[in-house]
């Protein structure tokens, strides 16, 4: 039983890569279309505790990222690869990635597939708590 | 899951090649400059929980290892290795503390098996403040 004043997030990301270079992943929050990035409202904490990534293309490489200025500059949170096609990978973190919100406080996927185009996708189970 | 006023969970993520041999994977904390170590200051503690790891092309060691003389001497905090090229990810049970200190840091050191590799390594934790001895 979560405590009132946190609310659980679902974040999803589907696609397919064009090619090797590195691309954005639109993701889903809730019904909300899917967008390039996510805002992080002012006045909430949101914690990235589960992250799911699945991508066949082998040698994928997944990052979540966080920008502090509107999305002119983004910084890695976390880095993982997919090598081969197997099966999803599920990172269950101990601390979870903490992204605090601001007026111009962005997070998104990034993903690279360097044999080329494939389907990729993502999930992130997060909370925001204010 | 929240967190007291002063613990401040972080993300520290190092990307590059490794090899021939044991290689130091830089680091960057939050978008700051990539460096080869993370100071850990005064005052503070890292207490490390998850060690999230990946090499592309081979099968890889990597090791956190922290330094208390400015970086004339190094030892390991934690090890960990993937099989064959992929990610893994260890959850600590019982998390590493650094203490910090005015020539405290940690740094990531990756050897692939395979002698190159494309590597990525990504420390999460918290950083909270040293307990300070009640006065009498």
Redo the contacts between chains.
């Keep these: 039983m979560l405590p009132d004043d946190?609310t659980e997030l679902n974040i999803t990301g589907r696609g397919t890569t064009s090619g090797a270079a590195e691309e954005t992943l639109p993701l889903t929050l809730g019904l909300s279309a899917p967008a390039a990035s996510l805002a992080v409202p002012e006045g909430t904490t949101w914690?990235i505790?589960d992250w799911i990534i699945c991508a066949p293309p082998a040698?994928t490489?997944h990052r979540i990222q966080?920008s502090?200025d509107g999305g002119l500059?983004w910084?890695?949170?976390?880095?993982?690869?997919?090598?081969g096609s197997g099966p999803s990978?599920i990172?269950?973190?101990?601390?979870?990635?903490?992204v605090k919100g601001g007026p111009a406080v962005l997070v998104r996927a990034r993903v690279t597939t360097p044999p080329g185009p494939g389907p990729v996708d993502v999930a992130w189970a997060a909370?925001s708590?204010p | 899951m929240s967190f007291a006023d002063d613990v401040f969970p972080i993300s520290i993520v190092g990307e590059g090649s490794a090899g021939p041999g044991e290689t130091t994977v830089n680091l960057s904390q939050e978008g700051s400059t990539p460096a080869a170590s993370i100071p850990v200051h005064e005052g503070q503690k890292l207490v490390i929980t998850d060690f999230l790891i990946s090499s592309s092309l081979s099968a890889a060691e990597f090791i956190i290892q922290q330094t208390q003389d400015g970086g004339a001497s190094w030892f390991d905090v934690v090890v960990q290795r993937t099989i064959t090229a992929d990610s893994g990810l260890e959850a600590l049970e019982s998390p590493r503390v650094v203490k910090g200190g005015p020539n405290t840091a940690i740094r990531v050191r990756c050897t692939p098996d395979g002698g190159f590799s494309e590597v990525s390594a990504t420390i999460l934790g918290r950083l909270e403040p040293t307990q300070v001895p009640a006065q009498s």
């Design positions: 946190i914690m505790s040698g490489i966080q502090n500059n910084f890695n949170k976390a880095v993982a690869r997919v090598i990978k990172f269950r973190f101990r601390t979870p990635i903490k909370m708590q």
